[in-house]
């Protein structure tokens, strides 16, 4: 049971790495948000059709309830991509990323109207930790800048994709994760399919190498295993372990756009990084 935890444990890490891409490709495409997103679902439908026919998985909805759960959640995944996008081109990798996980505090706050579960103090602990930790990470805004604008973005994601997460929950543990992620990005592309007429932008050469890394391995690999990994913890618990993603994404955007982090951005990383350790410690002693 341990091995299994810690099996558990190091998937979601590894979800992590993949899904924190985002944040340095989302800086780096030139095309607006909208369009972005809609080739980032119109690729990663393919993807994981093919992916899903290969396997022999079954792309039946047992029921209209489930249909129209998923549906839903999926007009939440497209509003959350496409805020949280904008957050980081009017901001920078480390402020769009910090300002959308928020979403962890939110995440605990809004699970017990959800789930027949009571609110979990130590979640709510380590949720403000979190917050403290992005205190420090992110810099002073004035309301007028962009700066600020990229800050609200981030947290109306950080909104968006809590209520995803917690509708998800329950339904990961009837259906495949694969083919969940497989009819969001199916309904991100038919409500995106506007944008195609209302944006006079195309994908330029090195645009599509990154909208091909973001479809393959930050939206179909990284995204499928973080829906997976909702079987094995609480939405708080995943939300937690995942205030690992900034990091990375961080070291993405140093190594990939230069943006090197101030000593605040260090003071930050140690509260996430240890919100992250004290939550793997106690969700593996109560196994």
Known sequence: MKNQHLKHIFELNIAMVFVSTSGVLGRYISMSPP??????SAITVVCLGL?????????????????????????????????YFYALKLSNV???????????????FLEPFFFKTKLNLKHVFLGILVLVGIYFLTPEFKIENNFTQGVLFGIASAVLYAIRNILMKKKTAQYNGSVLMFYQ???????LWPVL??????????????????????????????????KYFSIGTASIISSIQPIYGI??????LGEIPASKTIIGGVLILSTVVIESYHSNKNK
């Open 251 to 256: 070291i993405f955007g140093m190594l990939f």
């Open 51 to 83: 992916f899903i026919w290969h396997k022999k998985l079954n792309f039946k909805v047992s029921s209209k309830r489930d249909l129209k759960t998923i549906i839903i959640s999926g007009f939440f995944m497209g509003g959350h991509w496409v805020t």
């Open 197 to 230: 007429f209302i944006f006079e932008e195309s994908p330029i050469v090195t645009d599509w190498y990154a909208l091909a890394t973001l479809a393959i391995f930050t939206t179909a690999i990284g995204h499928t295993l973080f829906v997976v990994s909702m």
């Open 94 to 108: 480390a402020i769009g990323m910090l300002a959308m996980f928020t979403y962890p505090i939110i995440t605990v």
């Open 185 to 191: 990005m199916a309904i991100i592309t038919a409500l």
């Open 35 to 40: 369009l972005t997103i809609w080739w980032r």
